[in-house]
C-alpha cells in the first residue's frame, strides 16, 4: 500500500513558528525544599548574649 500524503496542519506550522520565536526552553532546574523558600511566620526572639 502507498504511503498516505501529508496533508498541511495549520496547528503545526503555528506550533512551529512560535517555537522558533520563543528559542530553546530554559534547562529545568531543582526545586528547593519548602523549608528553605519560606520565611518562618513568626520570629524568633533575638537573645542578648552580651550580658
Do not use: L
Amino acid at each position: 500500500m502507498p504511503r498516505k500524503k501529508q496533508t498541511f496542519d495549520a496547528g503545526k506550522e503555528v506550533r512551529a513558528i512560535a517555537r522558533e520565536r520563543v528559542g530553546p526552553v530554559p534547562a529545568g532546574k531543582p526545586i528547593e525544599p519548602k523549608s528553605a523558600r519560606k520565611r518562618p511566620k513568626h520570629k524568633k526572639p533575638v537573645e542578648d548574649e552580651a550580658q
